[in-house]
């Protein structure tokens, strides 16, 4: 059995909810993008408990609610007779359950509902409403897919807006938590193998799970596992992210796909794809979390000088190098995509390194902001700038995989600019390569 790791505060959250139900129901919800780990964060945390665990596919709703009787009267000790064939019956004898005994209610999958029947939602709020003062319910809600899940309970015309009393966004693991793993399993493990590690996972823990069963830690063996037969890794991106794009799925995999080939302005992509984009843009920042928006640092937030970064690592990585020649992948010719990725790896992974320092960086919660600094003109790049307002501190930051390439003194006169509105600052320029890993 492998090791859970480092999930201490979600526990510890989703544990004092628990807590609180003993007296009085509380409906948490609980999003992440997919295989981040969230069925098994909520397995791990309640696997003592009086707990009833249903799971939404999509089928006859009649038949789901059969399922969920089963698990009701496997975990209460109590037998359900009659026809029961709408889910709001069954949430209807939970909430009436609860009245005398106090468990956890976890449906995983809530999203799907909608595929099921649209009423449910609504049905379930006049449940809530009405019984939820005197029940003593652990209600949580999980899902997927991040869009339709923050829709239901954060969009006012929704019918279990406002109803949630705690929100979960599981995120990926950190770089100490990474850096945990791979020394567990991969104990001589140097810079590199951290560097393809984080590269090729972003912490998702269905992707560290798979490469640790494969025993695959250094680039190399990491690219076996992906590019070979039947993998599970070349569907990957569109196994996550198709429910979330519905029948537009080609315009977003188009926008993803240039952006992780360095095609990261608005006016560039336009002009490759011949269209406005801005909407697709906005959504996929803002509704499905995929893409941040970067201004360089001192630019005002209305500013045009804009880019636009995949904040996924995986999926960063499986536009650039899969989506982007899925041809090859159609055909098989690994060998091919094989020798894509070789040829451009150091670029890639150089880049890569820049965005593990800045996350490293905000980890530390040292400064009160970190961003990089570029002018109009594309040129004279600031790495990572992390400033201390508190401390009156700024530091410049130049990344590059081999130390030797770095020059402080080019650094500096980068900086002549920006330095003059910090003259109370102190101010210092490093260098972060592999070795600072």
């Not at 992780?260 to 011949?274: C, D, G, H, V, W």
């Not at 499905?288 to 630019?299: E, H, T, W, Y």
């Amino acid at each position: 059995m492998q090791k859970f790791y480092n999930r201490e505060n979600e526990i510890a959250l989703l544990k004092t909810i628990e807590q609180r139900t003993t007296a009085s129901a509380e409906m948490t919800f609980v999003v992440g993008r997919r295989r981040v780990g969230k069925t098994e964060l909520l397995r791990q945390t309640f696997n003592q408990n009086k707990t009833l665990y249903f799971f939404v596919e999509r089928k006859n709703e009649a038949l789901l609610c059969e399922e969920f009787l089963q698990e009701i009267n496997r975990k209460l000790d109590t037998t359900i007779y009659g026809q029961i064939t709408s889910f709001k019956q069954v949430f209807a004898l939970l909430m009436d359950l609860a009245q005398r005994e106090h468990f956890t209610l976890i449906i995983d999958e809530f999203q799907e509902f909608a595929n099921i029947n649209t009423a449910i939602y609504s049905e379930m709020q006049n449940v809530w409403d009405s019984k939820k003062n005197l029940s003593k319910i652990n209600l949580i809600l999980c899902g997927s897919v991040y869009s339709l899940m923050t829709k239901i309970f954060q969009n006012a015309k929704e019918p279990l807006f406002g109803r949630s009393t705690a929100r979960l966004h599981l995120k990926p693991f950190d770089i100490q938590t990474l850096k945990e793993i791979i020394a567990d399993y991969h104990p001589n493990y140097s810079s590199e193998d951290l560097l393809a590690f984080y590269t090729f996972t972003g912490g998702v823990a269905k992707y560290v799970e798979l490469l640790i069963k494969a025993r695959a830690f250094t680039k190399s063996r990491i690219l076996n596992e992906l590019f070979t037969e039947n993998s599970i890794f070349l569907s990957e991106g569109k196994a996550v992210l198709i429910d979330e794009f519905g029948k537009d799925y080609g315009t977003y995999f188009s926008i993803l796909s240039l952006i992780a080939s360095s095609k990261t302005s608005r006016s560039e992509m336009e002009s490759i794809l011949n269209g406005s984009i801005g909407g697709y843009l906005d959504k996929l920042e803002n509704e499905f979390g995929l893409i941040k928006k970067l201004r360089p640092f001192g630019a005002k937030p209305s500013g045009k000088n804009v880019k636009y970064r995949i904040e996924d690592n995986f999926l960063n990585f499986w536009f650039r190098f899969v989506y982007k020649y899925r041809s090859a992948v159609e055909i098989g010719n690994f060998d091919y995509l094989r020798a894509i990725v070789d040829r451009d790896y150091e670029t890639y992974s150089g880049l890569m390194l820049e965005k593990y320092f800045r996350q490293k960086l905000t980890e530390s919660k040292q400064y009160s902001e970190i961003s990089s600094f570029w002018d109009k003109k594309g040129t004279n790049e600031i790495d990572i700038i992390a400033v201390n307002e508190v401390e009156q501190h700024l530091v410049f930051y130049e990344v590059k995989r081999k130390k030797s390439r770095i020059s402080l003194n080019t650094l500096e006169k980068k900086t002549e600019k920006i330095t003059p509105d910090f003259s109370t600052y102190t101010i210092e320029y490093k260098a972060l390569s592999l070795e600072e890993m």
